[in-house]
């Protein structure tokens, strides 16, 4: 877990780099540190989609947490009715907001999406003073809606790329690539180059071998 010291506004990350950052240091740097690609941003202003018995939807909803040090916004909340939720503003009673996250292709491998649903959470819960036991993630192909517990480890991950994500931002510094199977899906591939990259030998290496051969 890290320290619960407050972030200024200024400092704040973008929560969407969580999911980059999760996949790959490397790519999380090439897109928020070097501008190698920018995400299409949706409108800042949180606006109720619909509203059903019990159930409100807002999509675009603001979101921030001062003491992880991240802002962003939610592709939907869905605040349900609950004696364990908080109050809004002009509606009765209390509502409790699960964030719901949605993705246009298949389930990828790794915990990157859970990562960054987890995120919104932790936001929400800051921002409503109450606890968010849980989210849902959307995949286009199936179409289908997954829960996901924001378990204590999931939390604990979260945080720490949070944390990670603040130091990378704040050394400036692009991490040198490391060649995966994964690199192969990455739209960044071409410019990271991370099979030619990753084989070239250190500083270190070449000294090394350069004193061998004396």
């Given at each position: 877990?890290?320290?619960?010291?407050?972030?200024?506004?200024?400092?704040?990350?973008?929560?969407?780099?969580?999911?980059?950052?999760?996949?790959?240091?490397?790519?999380?740097?090439?897109?928020?540190?070097?501008?190698?690609?920018?995400?299409?941003?949706?409108t800042a202003e949180g606006r109720v989609l619909h509203e059903r018995v019990g159930v409100i939807t807002a999509r675009g909803l603001p979101l921030r947490s001062l003491r992880i040090g991240i802002s962003g916004q939610a592709d939907a909340v869905e605040f349900y009715r609950s004696s364990l939720g908080a109050t809004l503003p002009g509606r009765a009673g209390t509502w409790l907001p699960i964030p719901v996250e949605y993705k246009r292709g298949r389930k990828k491998p790794g915990d990157c999406d859970q990562i960054q649903l987890c995120a919104q959470a932790l936001c929400l819960e800051e921002m409503f003073a109450i606890e968010v036991?849980?989210?849902?993630?959307?995949?286009?192909?199936?179409?289908?809606?997954?829960?996901?517990?924001?378990?204590?480890?999931?939390?604990?991950?979260t945080e720490m790329l949070c944390a990670r994500m603040q130091t990378l931002h704040r050394l400036?510094?692009?991490?040198?690539?490391?060649?995966?199977?994964?690199?192969?899906?990455?739209?960044?591939?071409?410019?990271?180059?991370?099979?030619?990259?990753?084989?070239?030998?250190?500083?270190?290496?070449?000294?090394?071998?350069?004193?061998?051969e004396i």
């Open positions: 877990m890290i320290p619960a010291s407050l972030f200024a506004e200024d400092d704040l990350l973008p929560l969407s780099g969580l999911q980059h950052l999760a996949f790959c240091e490397r790519q999380w740097a090439l897109i928020h540190l070097e501008r190698a690609w920018s995400e299409n941003h949706l036991p849980q989210g849902a993630l959307f995949y286009a192909t199936p179409r289908r809606r997954t829960a996901v517990e924001f378990t204590a480890a999931l939390r604990s991950r400036k510094a692009t991490p040198a690539p490391i060649y995966t199977k994964g690199c192969e899906s990455c739209s960044l591939t071409e410019g990271c180059l991370p099979k030619a990259l990753a084989a070239r030998p250190s500083v270190a290496q070449y000294l090394s071998q350069a004193f061998l």
